[in-house]
C-alpha cells in the first residue's frame, strides 16, 4: 500500500485538463450490454472503477480492447453469467450491471454493491422500477436475482430523485415492449450523456436532463461510437485548488455551465474565475470570505465537492455553514481536517467552519474518494507535509492526480507504507 505526501505552501501555475466523467463511465461501460455490434467509447478516465468494470464486462464474455482512453468493446458473446461475489462488489456502480443485463437477457445475478461508504444508500428505487416493468426481483445469499419473462414499459415515479435509479430503469427500458415514463428523473449530466449512447445505439429517449423522461422500446440496439462528457467534479476540485493555491491556473476540457453553483460560490468568496468555450481561468483573491453552502440533487450544488470545498473554507475570513442533505454520512474528513488545525464542529447535518486558520502538515486517512480530495487541498494549504493514506479511494476518482499536480508546481509524491502504518491503517 502507498500513501501519498503533500508539501504545503506551493503556489500552483500553468494548465491541468480534466479526465472523462467518472460518474458517466460507470454507466456507460455497463449501457455496451445492451448492443448488439462493437461499441467504442472515447475519452474514459485512467481510474481503477473503469478497470474494475472492465474485467467485469469481460467475465460474462465481453471483448474488452483498450488504447490509451479509448475502450472497444465486443459485446456479442456476452451471456447472462451470474456475477454475485469478486469485483461486482469492490465499486457501488456495478448495479448498473442490473438494468443492462436485465435489459438484454430479461435476467441477472449481481451481488450487492460496495464503493464509498456513505451513509445508507438504499436501492429500492432501482427495484421498485424493474419490478414495474415486470421483472422479480427478490435478494438471495447477499445478491440481488432479476428475472423477467418479458419488460413491458410502464410509469414510473421516483420517490426520491437518485441518479442510480433513473440510469438504471433507463438500460432496463430501451428495449422494453411500449412506453415508459420516468418522472421526478434525476437531471445530472452524466444522465443525459448516457440517454445519448443509448440514442446513438437506436433507442428512442425525449427528455433525458429534464425531470420526466421518456422512453419508446425498440427491439435492436446496434454498437456505436460515443464520446464521453469531461468530469464536472474532477473540474470542481482542480477549480477548488486553484481557488486555495492557485497563482494563476487553466482548467482546460470543461463544461463552465455544469459548474454553475460552484462558480457562483466561488465568486462569492472573492476568487476569480474567467470563463471560455471548454476552459477556466483561476487564481484566488488577495482576501476570501467565507460562505455557506448547501448540497442539493442537480442543479444545486453537488454534494461531491461539499468536502474539498470545506477544506477551502478553513483558508476564508468568517463562519460557513456547509450543510449536506444528500448523504449525512459525508462528514468523515471533518476529524482529518481537525488533525490538520481545522477549526470546524459539526452540529447535525451541518459543518460549522471557522476561518481563517493556517492549517498544519499531519498524518490523515482518506475514508472515502472525495474526503481524499478534501484532504488535497487541505494539504496543499498547509505548513509542512500531510501524509495521506487511503489512496485506493482516491484513484477510483481521479486520473492521474499526482502527475497533473506536479506539472501544477506541488510538490506531492508517493511512498510506500511500513508495516505498522498498514495496521494501524486497517486498524483504523
Not at 472497444?72 to 456475477?83: K, R
Not at 449481481?110 to 422479480?136: M, N, S, V, W
Not at 491556473?249 to 471560455?276: F, S, T, Y
Request: hydrophobic share 40%; net charge negative; with cysteine.
Amino acid at each position: 500500500m502507498q500513501k501519498l505526501l503533500v508539501e504545503g505552501g506551493h503556489l500552483l501555475n500553468g494548465e491541468v485538463r480534466i479526465s472523462g466523467a467518472k460518474n458517466s463511465a460507470v454507466a456507460l461501460l455497463p449501457a455496451s450490454i445492451l448492443a448488439d455490434s462493437n461499441v467504442t467509447i472515447e475519452g474514459l478516465p485512467d481510474i481503477s472503477d473503469v478497470e474494475t468494470l472492465s474485467c467485469l464486462l469481460e467475465e460474462i464474455g465481453g471483448t474488452v480492447e483498450r488504447e490509451g482512453n479509448t475502450v472497444h468493446i465486443d459485446p456479442a458473446e456476452m451471456t447472462a453469467m451470474p456475477l454475485p461475489n469478486g469485483r461486482v462488489k469492490k465499486l457501488r456502480a456495478s448495479y448498473y450491471f442490473m438494468g443492462a443485463m436485465l435489459g438484454r437477457f430479461k435476467e441477472a445475478v449481481i451481488g450487492l454493491p460496495g464503493g464509498c461508504y456513505l451513509g445508507p444508500r438504499p436501492i429500492d428505487q432501482h427495484i421498485k422500477g424493474f419490478e414495474a416493468l415486470g421483472a422479480t426481483v427478490t435478494n438471495e445469499q447477499g445478491a440481488v436475482y432479476l428475472r423477467a419473462n418479458e419488460l413491458r414499459g410502464a410509469r414510473i415515479y421516483l420517490d426520491v430523485v437518485s441518479v442510480g435509479a433513473t440510469i438504471n430503469i433507463m438500460l432496463a427500458a430501451v428495449k422494453a415492449k411500449g412506453k415508459t415514463v420516468i418522472e421526478n428523473a434525476a437531471r445530472e449530466p452524466e444522465i443525459i450523456d448516457v440517454a445519448t449512447i443509448l440514442t446513438s445505439m437506436g433507442a428512442k429517449i425525449k427528455g433525458a436532463g429534464t425531470d420526466v423522461i421518456r422512453i419508446e422500446g425498440v427491439d435492436k440496439l446496434t454498437g456505436c461510437m460515443h464520446t464521453i462528457i469531461p468530469d464536472r467534479i474532477e473540474a470542481g476540485t482542480y477549480t477548488i485548488m486553484a481557488a486555495a493555491q492557485g497563482e494563476k491556473v487553466l482548467i482546460d476540457n470543461v463544461i463552465p455551465q455544469h459548474l454553475e453553483p460552484l462558480l457562483a460560490k466561488l465568486r462569492e468568496m472573492g476568487v476569480h474565475i474567467k470563463e471560455g468555450e471548454e476552459q477556466l481561468l483561476v487564481h484566488r483573491g488577495e482576501k476570501l470570505s467565507s460562505v455557506d453552502i448547501k448540497t442539493l440533487v442537480h442543479p444545486g450544488f453537488p454534494t461531491d465537492l461539499q468536502q474539498p470545498f470545506t477544506a477551502l473554507l478553513t483558508r476564508a475570513h468568517g463562519t460557513g455553514v456547509v450543510t449536506d442533505t444528500i448523504y449525512q454520512a459525508r462528514f468523515k474528513h471533518i476529524d482529518e481536517l481537525r488533525r490538520m488545525n481545522a477549526l470546524i464542529k459539526v452540529e447535525g447535518g451541518s459543518a460549522i467552519v471557522t476561518g481563517p486558520v493556517q492549517l498544519e502538515g499531519a498524518t490523515v486517512k482518506a475514508s472515502d474518494l472525495r474526503a481524499g480530495a478534501s484532504l488535497i487541498v487541505a494539504g496543499l494549504m498547509a505548513d509542512g507535509v500531510t501524509e495521506i493514506t487511503g489512496m485506493d479511494h482516491i484513484e477510483r476518482g481521479y486520473a492521474n492526480i499526482e502527475e497533473k499536480l506536479i506539472d501544477m508546481g506541488a510538490n506531492v509524491w508517493r511512498e510506500d507504507m511500513t508495516k505498522a502504518e498498514i495496521e494501524q491503517f486497517q486498524n483504523s
